[in-house]
């Protein structure tokens, strides 16, 4: 039986370009295989970007871009097109991958529990 540091959740930070780089490959086959299946891709985004920062003050310059970018989108070139989403599928990528720390991991799976169920009784 393997210990947890064996496991491959140990092992993330070693491998999170490629994983990134593997979510862009896949994200980018599949929405440039043609120009209105990543128009469609990049509205989408554009549109639910400025409906999360509307109203919120702290954000006017980012709504403002998102903005400019929801409004010139049908003007711009399928090659801008494709930057634009390449450049927001990596953005968003590394987002999410984040930054492991094993010992916030070690934290969260042992103590958590113990002291929720400590909380619960």
Do not use: C
Not at 25 to 46: G, S, Y
Not at 61 to 85: C, D, H, M, N, P
Not at 88 to 116: C, E, H, K, M, Q
């Amino acid at each position: 039986m393997s210990t947890p540091e064996e496991s491959r959740i140990f092992h993330l930070n070693d491998e999170r370009a490629a994983i990134v780089e593997d979510v862009i490959a896949r994200q980018m086959a599949e929405k440039t295989r043609n120009e209105n299946a990543l128009e469609l891709a990049v509205n989408d985004t554009a549109y639910w970007e400025l409906a999360r920062l509307e109203g919120d003050r702290r954000y006017q310059a980012q709504y403002k871009e998102w903005s400019e970018l929801y409004r010139s989108l049908g003007r711009r070139t399928f090659v801008e097109k494709e930057k634009i989403l390449r450049d927001l599928v990596s953005a968003y990528g590394w987002d999410i991958v984040g930054n492991f720390d094993p010992g916030v991991y070690r934290f969260a799976t042992s103590l958590v529990p113990r002291g929720l169920s400590f909380l619960f009784k």
